[in-house]
């Protein structure tokens, strides 16, 4: 869980009645500190602007945006839980039916004043299987929270010793 | 009025109680075929995104920003009527007590699909007296509606015959 992504959904700020020129414009310290961070502590968090989306499902001209083609935007926001690579190891998987998502560059040090917060990841969608993948324009920023972000709360998973 | 201009004040989101994340981020079509348009058909329109203020009265630092600044924010927006230089002419005043705003580049046409609603004009704030002013990093961009908007139904002002 703590390593959640918020990324693109469907801001439907229509639903909100706002005025014009008024839209989902976070900062990526807003993305984690609110919206990744109340997500983390509960899983059930729910916002107008982050839907929910499984990531390793979804190709990235199907995911949904719903309101947001209308307004001509091209940039949304959704939550995704990390799908592993394998049980046991912590590389996620980042592949979906017609291709996969890479990483591009150094992640970014995403801070609150002083504080470290989290990390920002910026990944590029490839058709196809690495290594002869095609690169598209396709970009998404992967957004985790930080280890040492206050998450005592955090409902822990209970540890069977067998 | 035709050529009143749309620029930075004082957003306060915090009156309308947005969640964390929205703001007034309007495209340059928005700020002229909704907001200065409404201004130019109703000098008492107001909304809570753009404030009232006269460029000439107001160096760049002292706009009033109130809300932006907690938020730190760097852009911002008003409306301002234009000053003319000359009682007769038809050139702009954009003199203050400390300097001027110079246009810099050439005005952007605005567009509402097809349909040329407005330009941007450019201009960098010079501290001291042209032409011997200081350059400042201070940039402001200012709409102005085009001739052909639908302004037909817009309060004219009396005409005496003498």
């Known amino acids: ?12 700020e229509d639903e909100m009645d706002l005025p014009p ?7 990526d310290e807003e993305l984690i500190s609110h919206y990744l961070y109340n997500k983390v502590i509960d899983i059930n968090f729910s916002c107008i602007a982050i839907g929910d989306v499984d ?11 719903e309101g947001k083609a209308k307004m001509g935007e091209k940039e949304w926001y959704f939550f995704c839980i990390r799908d592993r690579k ?3 190891g912590v590389r996620t998987n980042r ?4 291709g996969y998502w890479k ?27 690495a290594p002869k993948g095609e690169k598209t324009n396709w970009v998404m920023h992967e957004y985790r929270l930080d280890r040492k972000f206050p998450t005592h709360n955090l409902p822990k998973r209970a540890k069977v010793n067998k």
């Open 103 to 129: 990483a591009t560059g150094k992640d970014k040090e995403i801070y609150r004043g002083k504080c470290l917060v989290g990390m920002k990841k910026t990944l590029v969608f490839y058709k196809g299987r």
């Open 1 to 12: 869980m703590e390593n959640n992504v918020a990324c693109g959904v469907g801001m439907e």
């Open 86 to 88: 394998y049980p046991t």
């Open 21 to 27: 020129g008024f839209r989902f414009h976070p900062t």
């Open 95 to 98: 592949a979906t039916e017609a």
């Open 55 to 65: 990531l390793n499902k979804s190709e990235p001209w199907e995911l949904p945006y």
